[in-house]
């Protein structure tokens, strides 16, 4: 049974710094490009960032490029999303979600998707 977990959201003040990291079981971690989703209250879940399989490559949502970085260490079947500078706007409950086996680049759209984790929130105060 594949399980993502999320952890290392919480409560930050505006231009703050947060990492959360999601760590995958159940699943050949290194087979599957990894994806970070968010969804505010009321709003649809919205693509933040996204890597390749081994990490060579990586996608950032326009609202987040230069501030968030997206990192994995397959050793430990983890991703990770490094938050900086971070805005109001920029609260959410954070997903992870792990693409299609093999699948070469990863996308964008929520279909790109086969597996979800629960979700962390992050919250920040201005």
């Known amino acids: 049974q594949v399980q993502l977990v999320e952890s290392g959201g919480g409560l930050v003040q505006a231009g703050g710094s947060l990492r959360v990291a999601c760590t995958a079981s159940g699943l050949t971690f290194s087979g599957y490009p990894m994806g970070w989703f968010r969804q505010a209250p009321g709003k649809e879940r919205e693509f933040v960032a996204a890597?390749?399989?081994?990490?060579?490559?990586?996608y950032y949502a326009d609202s987040v490029k230069g501030r968030f970085s997206i990192s994995r260490d397959n050793a430990k079947n983890t991703v990770y999303l490094q938050m900086n500078s971070l805005k109001p706007e920029d609260t959410a409950l954070y997903y992870c979600a792990a693409g299609h086996y093999l699948g070469r680049n990863p996308g964008s759209e929520l279909s790109d998707y086969a597996y979800w984790g629960q979700g962390t929130q992050v919250t920040v105060s201005s």
């Open positions: 890597i390749s399989r081994i990490g060579i490559s990586t």
